[in-house]
C-alpha cells in the first residue's frame, strides 16, 4: 500500500534498529505519550528488537482508558433513558462502569450504536426528530476538532435532539504531571504525533526545558517509532533536551490553525479527573456556555453518581509509565480482555490490551 | 521484564469486573472467544457426546459401512445483497465448505428460511436464484427445506439456514488431532475479502471499493488435493474470525504452536487499504472461499502445484508452520522482523458477517 508499506519496511527498519543499537550507551527510559504507539510498538515487536538498555514505558495517551468512571457510569445512565440513540466510538462500549458497559446496556433494550464519525450522530439526530442523540465525545486534541464540529453543525442547523457527553483531555498538562512527580523515571519522550497535527508543538519547548528532557514528534509507524527512537536517543547521549520533529509528513510546528480555532470555538480548558491519574488541572475541554444546550450532561440530569473503583488494578501507575502491564499481579489472569480489571485492558489504545493481544504473557521461542 | 512486587496500595481506580454477562450480546455470536465460552460452557456440557466435543467444521460418524459428514449453519449477514453475492449463495458455500473441510464430498442440502413480513418477493427470487447457482456450481442438491414468517420488526428481511450431508472420501483422516510439529500451513488465497466487501455496503459505512465477497464452493479443490494426496492432516476454512481464529482454535484443540510469517501471508492492496481505513486488523476479517490447510512437509509441493492449477487456489501460499513450542498458540513473525502473538478475539470485529 503506497505511503503506509513504505513505513512497515523490513530492510530500513533494521538499519535504524543498528543505528539505536551502535549509538546507545547508557541507560534510558523513553516513554511514548499515545495508545497507537505503544500499540505498534508491542504489535510489531519493536520494544523486543531494542538494545536492552533502553526501557519503553507506555504513557496516559488511550482516551478509553483515563475517562474517568463517573463519566462511564453518566454514559451508562444516558444510553438506558427511552427516546434516547447513544452513540460512541466502538471502543468505550466495553469500558465497564461501576456496575455494566454500553454493551450490557445494549443488549438489555438501549439503542446504542457505533458509528466512525461524530457527525454520523448528527446525521442520526437529523433523521430521528423524535430521538435524543447524544454522542460521547471522548479523546485528545486529536478528536476535539471534528466533536466541535459536529456541535457547530448542529447548531447550525438548529437540531434540538443533539448533544454531547464530553470528556475531552489535553496532552501536555499530563506529561507536566507526569515529569513532576517523585516516582517518575521517564528521560524522553516520544509526543504523539496525531495530537500535534492538530496542536503543533510550541507547548512542548517549556516541558522539555524546565524538566530537561528531549521531546519528538513521533509518528505511529514502525519506521517513524524506530526513528523517533533514534531522535531521543541521540539526545540523551549528547546531552541534550530539544524538541524535535520526526513527523514532518504530517505534523507542523504550529499546528492546525483552522482545526484549533474550531475547538476553542466550542470548548474552554478545565480542569479534569482523568481516571487512574486524578484530577490535573486545566487539563480538559468542556463546553462553552453558548453552546450548553449540546452539552448532555446539562441536558439530561444524571449528576449525583458516586462511582467505586476496585484496588486491584494499577492502572493509575501504567498511565503515569511508573510500572509496565507485565508487572501487574493481575494481568493475565485476574484481569483479561474478557474480564477486564480496568480500562486499559479494554480499549484498542491500551497498554495492558496491547500486552495481553500480542503475548506477552506467554514466554515464547523462535 | 523484573518480577518486582507492585505496592498495590499507590495502585489506584480501577472499576469492578464484569466477570459474566448476564444476557447475550452481539459479541456471543462473534466466532471469538465469547462465542468460545458459550459453545464450552453451554451447549458441549448438555448434549455431551463425543461426536461434538471433537470442535470440527461438521461431524463424522459411521452409518453402517460408509463414513458421513454432517453440518448445518445459519446466516444472518446484513445486507442481504453484497458485491460478490448474496445471504444464498453464502449459505449453500457455507455449509458445503464445512463438509468438505471434513474431507467429504457433499451430496444434499436441507434449507430453512425465516422471512420477515414485508420482504419483496423479488429479493426473496434473488436469494433462490442464488441458492441454486450456488449448488449447481457446488454439485450439491437442495432436497428438502422449511419456510417461516415472523412479524414485520422481528426479524431483518431474511435468515437462511442450511444443514449438509457428504460421503468422506475413503482413507481420508482430518482433525485438528492429527497435525504434527513440522507439518506446514497453507492459505489457498487472499485473505479478508468477504468481511471487506460486507463493510463497503454495510450502512453508514459505504465506502467505494471494487472488493468482492470470496464465497465460494471449496469441494472440488478438495477433491481434486485429495485424489493427489490423502495425507492431509487438517483442513479448515477461516470464516467469522477470519485466519486467526482458525489458527488458533487449531493451536488449541491439536495442543500445538503455530508459527506464521505475516510477509508471506496473501492478501490484496485494496483490502489491506480498506482494513487500515477501518481500522481492522486482516487477520480477523471473515473469509467465504478460503481454506486452511495442514499438511506434511513431503506432501507441500504436490497440494501446492494442485491448488496454482485451481481458479480458487491460485495465489495459495505457504504462510507457516507447526512447532513445538508455546502450545496452543499462534506466533507470527512481523514485517520488521519482532514478534508477537496473535490472539483469538475478544468479540467481534465485525458483526453479522455471515
Known amino acids: 500500500m503506497k505511503y503506509v508499506d513504505e ?4 530492510i530500513a527498519s533494521g538499519k535504524l534498529l543498528e543505528l539505536i543499537h551502535k549509538l546507545t550507551r547508557h541507560e534510558w527510559t523513553l516513554m511514548e505519550i499515545c495508545g497507537g504507539q505503544t500499540h505498534a510498538i508491542v504489535k510489531y515487536g519493536i520494544d523486543e528488537l531494542l538494545p536492552s538498555s533502553i526501557t519503553l514505558v507506555h504513557g496516559p495517551g488511550c482516551p478509553v482508558c483515563v475517562t474517568p468512571l463517573e463519566i462511564i457510569d453518566k454514559a451508562v445512565a444516558m444510553a438506558g433513558l427511552k427516546d434516547v440513540i447513544f452513540t460512541s466510538f466502538g471502543d468505550m462500549l466495553r469500558v465497564p462502569g461501576s456496575t455494566k458497559d454500553l454493551f450490557t446496556v445494549k443488549s438489555e ?5 457505533i458509528v466512525y464519525s461524530p457527525l454520523d450522530a448528527v446525521r442520526l439526530a437529523r433523521e ?22 459536529a456541535v457547530i453543525t448542529a447548531h447550525r442547523e438548529g437540531l434540538r435532539n443533539f448533544s454531547i457527553l464530553s470528556s475531552h483531555v489535553c496532552v501536555p498538562p499530563a ?69 524535535e520533529n ?4 504530517a505534523v507542523k510546528r504550529k499546528g492546525n490553525i483552522h482545526a484549533q480555532k474550531v475547538i476553542s470555538e466550542v470548548f474552554e480548558l478545565t480542569d479534569r479527573k482523568w481516571r487512574g491519574i ?85 514466554p515464547r521461542s523462535n | 521484564m523484573s518480577d518486582e512486587p507492585v505496592d498495590l496500595s499507590t495502585g489506584l481506580s480501577c472499576p469492578l469486573p464484569i466477570s459474566e454477562y448476564k444476557r447475550i450480546l452481539l459479541a456471543h455470536g462473534g466466532g471469538g472467544r465469547l462465542t468460545n465460552q458459550l459453545i464450552k460452557s453451554i451447549f458441549l456440557t448438555v448434549f455431551n457426546n463425543s461426536i461434538l466435543s471433537s470442535l470440527h467444521d461438521g461431524a463424522v460418524f459411521d452409518i453402517g459401512s460408509t463414513r458421513i459428514a454432517y453440518s448445518t449453519d445459519s446466516y444472518v449477514v446484513n445486507p442481504i445483497f453484497f458485491p460478490g453475492g448474496n445471504i444464498g449463495d453464502l449459505a449453500v458455500n457455507g455449509t458445503v465448505n464445512d463438509l468438505a473441510m471434513c474431507g467429504a464430498d457433499p451430496l444434499y442440502l436441507s434449507v430453512g428460511f425465516i422471512i420477515e413480513e ?27 427445506g422449511d419456510t417461516k414468517v415472523v412479524d414485520r420488526g422481528k426479524g431483518d428481511k431474511i435468515y437462511v439456514n442450511t444443514s449438509g450431508i457428504g460421503i468422506v472420501f475413503e482413507g481420508v483422516d482430518i482433525k485438528p488431532q492429527n497435525v504434527r510439529v513440522g507439518d506446514k500451513i497453507i ?12 463493510m463497503s455496503v454495510r450502512e453508514g459505512l459505504e465506502f467505494g471499493t471494487t472488493v468482492e465477497s470470496d464465497t465460494a464452493p471449496l469441494n472440488h479443490l478438495v477433491k481434486s488435493i485429495l485424489r493427489v494426496t490423502k495425507n492431509i492432516h487438517m483442513m479448515r476454512d477461516p470464516t467469522r474470525g477470519g485466519l486467526a481464529s482458525s489458527l488458533n482454535e487449531i493451536a488449541e484443540a491439536a495442543n500445538v504452536g503455530i508459527f506464521i510469517i505475516e510477509r508471506s501471508i496473501p492478501i490484496d492492496e485494496e483490502v489491506k487499504s480498506a482494513c487500515e481505513l477501518l481500522g481492522f486488523d486482516p487477520l480477523y476479517v471473515a473469509n467465504e472461499g478460503k481454506m486452511i490447510i495442514v499438511v506434511p512437509p513431503s506432501e507441500v509441493d504436490i497440494v501446492l502445484n494442485i491448488m496454482h492449477n485451481h481458479p480458487l487456489g491460485r495465489d495459495a501460499a505457504v504462510i507457516g508452520e507447526v512447532v513445538d513450542s508455546h502450545h496452543g498458540t499462534v506466533v507470527m513473525k512481523t514485517r520488521i522482523g519482532g514478534m508477537r502473538v496473535v490472539d483469538m478475539l475478544t468479540g467481534e470485529q465485525l458483526p453479522r458477517i455471515c
Open chain 1, 109 to 113: 433494550g438501549g439503542d446504542v450504536r
Open chain 2, 187 to 198: 492459505i489457498s488465497g487472499k485473505i479478508a475479502q468477504h468481511g471487506i466487501s460486507i
Open chain 1, 246 to 249: 520526526q513527523y514532518r509528513r
Open chain 1, 128 to 149: 430521528n426528530p423524535n430521538k435524543k442523540v447524544v454522542f460521547f465525545a471522548v479523546g485528545f486534541e486529536t478528536t476535539a476538532p471534528a466533536n466541535a464540529m
Open chain 1, 278 to 362: 486524578g484530577e490535573i488541572p486545566l487539563s480538559g475541554y468542556r463546553i462553552r456556555e453558548k453552546y450548553s444546550a449540546f452539552d448532555a450532561e446539562k441536558v439530561f440530569q444524571v449528576g449525583g453518581l458516586t462511582a467505586s473503583e476496585s484496588t486491584m488494578c494499577i492502572a493509575g501507575l501504567i498511565l503515569q509509565g511508573v510500572k509496565k502491564p507485565s508487572q501487574c499481579p493481575a494481568f493475565g489472569k485476574l484481569c483479561t480482555p474478557e474480564n477486564p480489571l480496568g480500562a486499559p485492558m479494554v480499549s484498542s489504545e491500551g497498554a495492558c490490551a496491547a500486552y495481553y493481544h500480542y503475548g506477552r504473557r506467554i
Open chain 2, 118 to 144: 414485508g420482504l419483496l418477493i423479488e429479493d426473496l427470487v434473488r436469494v433462490v436464484e442464488g441458492i441454486e447457482r450456488a449448488a449447481r456450481r457446488a454439485g450439491v442438491s437442495i432436497v428438502t
Open chain 1, 7 to 10: 513505513y512497515r519496511e523490513g
Open chain 1, 175 to 243: 506529561m507536566n504531571k507526569i515529569l513532576s512527580s517523585p516516582s517518575n523515571r521517564v528521560q524522553g519522550f516520544l509526543a504523539a504525533g496525531h495530537v500535534c497535527t492538530v496542536m503543533g508543538y510550541d507547548e512542548y519547548f517549556s516541558i522539555a526545558d524546565k524538566y530537561h528532557v528531549p521531546i519528538v514528534v513521533t509518528g505511529f509507524e514502525p519506521l517513524d517509532i524506530l526513528q523517533g527512537i533514534l531522535m531521543v536517543v541521540t539526545q540523551l547521549e549528547e546531552g541534550r533536551y530539544e524538541v
